[in-house]
């Protein structure tokens, strides 16, 4: 299993700021994700955080906006630039667990719930 | 094609009854299909997973029916309790693919 942990919780920031996420996990992982979830809707995939490498960004989201970091096997932040409040959401790190084509369970952070004015 | 439709969108269930919610998906290299639950303020976490080699999994009150040729599958939660009122989704993976699809969730309530 994973642990993971996100800093902060939760945030108020004003339009035009950047607010940088940060995720811990218990132990080493091959697979970091970073999801979006708009409050009582589904979760969106942002991106993959390759560790060594660039982050992998799904259709609709783009590295100027959403940088990613994954200096290590434990460790990746996300930081959501340029705010407006169309960003307001909840913003959740998750890991898999086992090899590149192993099926695993997918773990997840408890979410970073970000406001933006 | 990626998409995985989830109905229904909110679901009511008395104490002790059996809560039922359906998922669809297109994509035929699917081939894992795991069931997530959320709690308020809190992320996802697996409830109960099954691969189309089976038709049915069951774990304690929990159950996934999985018709392949329909491309359907469903999870039954029986004696439904309160302490399962949460957001459930449905999700498909595969084809090598190491990214899951979620689908659109359903906010179960079991009042007493």
């Known amino acids: 299993s994973a642990v993971i942990s996100q800093k902060p919780s939760r945030d108020i920031c004003q339009r035009g700021t950047s607010l940088t996420i940060q995720c811990q996990v218990d132990?080493?992982?091959?697979?970091m994700f970073w999801y979006r979830q708009q409050p009582g809707q589904s979760l969106t995939l942002i991106a993959t955080a390759n560790q060594g490498s660039e982050a992998t960004y799904e259709s609709g989201f783009v590295i100027d906006k959403f940088p990613i970091s994954r200096p290590n096997l434990t460790f990746s932040t996300l930081t959501v630039s340029n705010m407006s409040p169309e960003d307001s959401s909840i913003y959740l790190c998750?890991?898999?667990?086992?090899?590149?084509?192993?099926?695993?369970?997918?773990?997840f952070g408890p979410g970073t719930r970000l406001t933006v004015l | 094609q990626q998409q995985v439709k989830q109905s229904p969108q909110s679901l009511i269930v008395q104490k002790g009854g059996i809560s039922i919610i359906n998922c669809a998906y297109e994509n035929t290299a699917f081939d894992y299909f795991p069931w997530y639950q959320q709690f308020p303020g809190k992320g996802p976490a697996l409830l109960i997973a099954i691969r189309p080699d089976v038709s049915e999994k069951k774990e304690g009150r929990f159950t996934i029916s999985f018709n392949k040729s329909a491309k359907q599958f469903s999870l039954h939660i029986m004696d439904s309790q309160p302490g399962d009122s949460a957001t459930y989704f449905c999700a498909a993976e595969g084809g090598g693919y190491q990214k899951v699809t979620f689908g659109t969730g359903t906010k179960l309530q079991v009042i007493p």
């Open positions: 998750s890991v898999r667990t086992g090899g590149l084509f192993s099926y695993n369970e997918q773990f």
């Open positions: 132990s080493q992982v091959t697979m």
